[in-house]
Each structure stands twice: as C-alpha cells, then as structure tokens.
C-alpha cells in the first residue's frame, strides 16, 4: 500500500502533506500531554512492530503482493494521537534510507496508513468493544482500518489519470482511473491483506495479554515482553521475500508499460515517472549490495527497528519529568 | 537589645558587575560536570554478555570497521551496534549521541575540502567511522563499570602496569572532577564583590595538582598496606555469560562478511 514516487502528482502530494501537517503538530501535542516519558520509549518499540510488520509481504494469486501495517494495533494500544505519529515516523524511516514509499508521497502514505487507519479503527474498536469480546473487536476494526486505508489509496491512484493528462489523453502519474484502481485494490485488501492485519493485530495483544497484561491498559510499563517478540520478527523477516510479485501500484518505471489491468498493456510509461523526482536510498528494497537477500533483509530490519527505537528513546528524555501523584490509569 | 558590631551596620552598596571571568567559571564547572559523567555512565548494569567477550569484540568489530573501505559494510556494521544501543535508558543515549554527532561533525568539517573537490567516496568514510567508533566505545563504557573493565584487561593478560595506569586514571577522573568543582562553586562564593580576575584559575589548578599529588601518595600507601604488588591477578570464576554466545557468533559473521566482500579468495 505504499504508494511509490512519482504515482501521485506533485499538487496532490503537497495537498496531502499540508493536510497532514495540523494532524502531525496534534498528534505531538497530545503525545507530550498524555503520555509519560516511559510510554513515548515504550511507542518507540511498538513503531518497529509496524515497521517490522509492513516488510512481511503477503503473496495474491495474480503475482501481486500486499502486508498488513498495525496502525490499529498501536492506536488500541496508545491511542489515535500517539499510534499517528508512530506510524509516520515509522513510514518516514521506510521511504528515506529504504525507498519504500516515495518520499514525495509520504504525505499521502501517513494520511492513509497513518492517520485514516488508526482512527478510523479507534473508533470502530470503541464502538463494537461494548458489544463483541475485546480481541474480536480489535480485529474487526484492524480489517476495516487496513481497508479504509487501502480504499483511499486507490482513489489517489484512480483520480490521477482523471486530472493529469498530456495532450495525447496519456495519464503523466498513476496510469490506472477508478475502476480499475479500486477493485484492483480492494479485491486483496478486503481477502487477504485484511486477514492478516486482523490476525496480526490479535496475536500481538494476545501475546501481550499473556506477557504483560498491564500493557493493555494505560499505565506505566516496561517493554521487557516486547523484545523477544521484536527478536522473533527480525528473524523471520526474510518470509517476507517469498512473495515473488510486486505490490499493485509499486511497480517500477520500467514494468509498468507491460502491465495489463485494462486488458491490454498499457503500452507506454507515464512521463511524470519518466522524469519524475527520485532520491537513491540507503537500502533500496530493504537489501544491501553484495550481500544475500535474506542477510540484507535482516540487517535493514535490524537497522530500521533500532532507529525507531532510539528515536522515541531519545524524544522522550527530552521530555520534562512529571510529578507521580499516582493517577496513572486514564479513561480508554 | 543587642547592638549590632560595626561592619553589620554598614549599609550595603553592593552591586553585581559583568565579570570577565564568569564565563571562565561557567565553562570550568562544565567541564567538570562532564567529567563526572563518567561516573555516572559506569554503573554497574545487569548486561547478559560478559566485559570480557564485550572486549573482545569490541577490538573485533573497531578494527573491522577502521579496515573497510566499503560503505555498505560499515553501514551494516551499524546494525548491531545500533540494536545494542537500544538496551540503554533515554537520558544516557541522549548524552552519548551529542557528544558523538558532535566529533563526527568535527571529522566532517576535516574531510568537506576533500568532498567538495571531488573526493566523495572514500572520504566520507571518515566521520562515519568516527561516529561508528565514539558510540560503540561509549556504548562500551555504559554497559560495563571501570573495575569490570579493568578485569577484563587482566584476563586478556594485558601487562599489569597499562592496567594500572588505566584503573588510576579512571578513578581519579571521577575524583578530580569533584574536587574542581568544589573548589570552583568554594572560589565563586568568595568571589562576589571582589574581581580576583584571572589569577584565581592558576591558583585553582595549582592546588588542584598539589591536592591530587598529595592523594595520589595516600592511595598508593592504602594499597601498598592492602598487599597490592603492582600486578592485577585475574579474577576468580568464570567469566562468560548466556549472551556471550550470541555476541562472539555475531563478531564471527561480521569477520567472515569482511573477509568476503573486501578480501575475497
């Protein structure tokens, strides 16, 4: 669901950034408000989850691939605020030293995944959670949040060949309008790639539920039930790799001429990809040069998990310190 | 009633001056404050590798990244250390990290002529080498307290009297440090109303020398008294730990990865 550079125009991505932009100062605001110091280092770890998370790609009949990406596992965990801004830094990290999402797009990619995704899910969890069992609320709100995220993602997708055009009637962007980008989209989304953030929303806080029940609720915690957890989806990150395709809609300047979603290939590349803004990543596609794909997929996890971390480790000792007056559990 | 003596009669016309050397008093507390971090750094914190096979590697992995001349490999060569640095508590990463962009920042400004006239590549190695360097070596000095260090030195049979010169070294840093700072916050109490200028800092640094002099020959009896010959047996027990296993594997991928990529067969 990571929309790569040059799929969405310039003025749609700016659009999406300055929208973005009150989101982001809120979510700092609120995150200095309610969380304690211990909780943004706790966040830090929990940001890796959604990194680690989004380098599982998941196979589709049809030769593409999708992942889930734990916004509203993080937002039932921390709230909306705080789920926000650790999913975009998280998605930061991806587009600027691995090139997953483009950097331009990281607007439109946090207004998805970062901010529509969580909140849209903390609302359907405290909504249903007064009617279902805990854990089949959150599931039920991850598959919906992943599919409202994904549904915005392809009506940025489906909206630029509406707009952009050069004056053969050729789409300059995303190639693909609204019926095709949707049901394209969806059809994974609403089968598999829902499934899995359901179930990988679950199985963590079953896990942590077992672990470290006092993480569900709202009060001061240690991550010391995390780390094995973290250490697990490091190690099998290569799983990631066996699913061969290439996500709909990330295909590179060069496979998209032969793409066939309107029945024939589309037969040509879109300029504003052809001459597009592109910035060379660290790791691009989570490998480094020389050395075996799962060796490389291990190490960029390694890295982009440690840089989460630390960077909430080291937001949250700038934080001031707060009087305990032993009021720590706070309303849901 | 009780009558006042003379000088508390005075009325007081005292007026705070600009002083030159405030800024020279600021800047020697600082420095002070700085030094005792090291101790502050060195407690002793429960580590699942032992100061020994963190030694070890330590040596490894700096003479492997000072060896490479590839970017990718120094780059995944900050893998592990920056997983490491996850394990400490915000306020130490915050101070390790300032210090650490700031002499790598430094060793940039050294090589931009060199980038900026076109030598890019290898140059820009440098600072990250340098910074690679300062947070592993700080990571280091975190995890492990100076005693534990030291005891590692001896088990590496490094020669009794580098060791001692190392184990003196780190105690008197801390010790120092607390005396400077006495004895500036005692000189700048004393200085209010008086300009003493310049002078009060040799005079500082002079008693300095003589007070440490005169500690150092204290210490050097107390041990002397406690049976200490000069050499520093190894300590008793085994000193390898669970995550040893994990670490020393992980130096060993690293060494056979150098060995591949920049010497291959």
């Keep these: ?332 | 009633m009780t009558n006042l003596p003379d000088w508390a009669m005075r009325p007081e016309n005292y007026k705070a001056t600009a002083k030159r050397e405030r800024y020279l008093f600021r800047s020697l507390l600082h420095i002070t404050s700085l030094l005792r971090t090291f101790s502050a750094l060195r407690e002793a914190r429960r580590c699942p590798i032992s100061p020994l096979a963190g030694l070890i590697s330590l040596l490894a992995f700096t003479l492997l990244c000072c060896l490479t001349h590839r970017a990718l490999f120094l780059l995944a060569l900050y893998a592990p250390l920056l997983l490491a640095l996850c394990f400490l508590p915000a306020e130490a990463l915050g101070r390790i990290f300032l210090s650490a962009f700031l002499v790598a920042a430094a060793s940039f400004l050294l090589v931009a002529p060199a980038v900026f006239l076109g030598g890019a590549g290898l140059s820009l190695l440098i600072p990250l080498k340098t910074l690679w360097t300062l947070l592993v070596l700080r990571l280091y000095g975190s995890l492990f307290s100076w005693n534990a260090i030291t005891g590692a030195l001896a088990r590496l049979r490094i020669p009794g009297l580098l060791i001692f010169l190392l184990d003196t070294m780190l105690r008197n840093l801390d010790i120092l440090a607390r005396q400077a700072g006495n004895q500036l916050s005692a000189l700048r109490l004393r200085s209010i109303g008086a300009d003493r200028g310049g002078r009060s800092l040799f005079s500082l640094l002079g008693t300095l020398f003589l007070r440490t002099q005169a500690t150092q020959e204290a210490t050097q009896e107390a041990m002397v008294c406690r049976g200490f010959s000069g050499t520093y047996p190894r300590p008793l027990g085994s000193s390898w730990k669970r995550g040893d296993v994990l670490l020393l594997l992980a130096t060993l991928f690293y060494v056979f990865l150098f060995f591949q990529k920049e010497m291959p067969l």
């Design chain 1, 1 to 332: 669901m990571h929309i790569p550079e040059n799929y969405l125009s310039p003025s749609t991505c700016a659009v999406f950034g300055a929208a973005m932009m009150p989101v982001w100062w809120m979510a700092v605001k609120k995150v200095k408000e309610e969380l304690p110091r211990e909780k943004i280092s706790l966040l830090g770890a929990f940001a890796s989850f959604s990194f680690l998370a989004m380098m599982f790609n998941l196979p589709l009949p049809g030769g593409t691939t999708g992942h889930a990406v734990g916004s509203v596992l993080l937002s039932i965990l921390f709230g909306p605020w705080a789920a926000c801004l650790a999913v975009s830094l998280a998605l930061f990290v991806q587009a600027l030293f691995f090139g997953d999402g483009g950097l331009l797009a990281f607007g439109a990619n946090a207004f998805n995944m970062a901010f529509l995704m969580p909140f849209g899910g903390a609302l359907l969890y405290r909504a249903l959670r007064s009617l279902l069992p805990p854990m089949a609320a959150a599931g039920i709100a991850a598959y919906v949040g992943l599919n409202l995220a994904a549904l915005m993602a392809a009506i940025e997708f489906g909206l630029q060949p509406l707009l952009f055009t050069d004056g053969v009637g050729h789409a300059l962007y995303a190639p693909y309008p609204l019926s095709i980008s949707i049901p394209a989209m969806m059809v994974g989304h609403l089968t598999l790639f829902g499934l899995a953030e359901a179930l990988f929303t679950c199985g963590v806080l079953a896990f942590l539920a077992r672990v470290q029940p006092e993480l569900s609720e709202k009060g001061t915690a240690s991550s010391r039930g995390v780390w094995p957890l973290i250490g697990a989806l490091i190690a099998l990150s290569p799983l990631g790799l066996l699913a061969a395709g290439t996500a709909w809609g990330e295909w590179s300047p060069e496979e998209i001429a032969e793409q066939t979603f309107s029945g024939a290939p589309l037969g040509y590349t879109p300029t504003g990809m052809e001459a597009g803004f592109s910035l060379e990543a660290l790791f691009p596609d989570y490998a480094l040069e020389g050395l075996s794909e799962p060796t490389g997929y291990v190490l960029s996890a390694c890295i982009g998990t440690a840089l989460l971390v630390l960077l909430f480790k080291v937001l949250s000792s700038l934080q001031p310190k707060r009087a305990d007056y032993g009021t720590h559990r706070s309303e849901a």
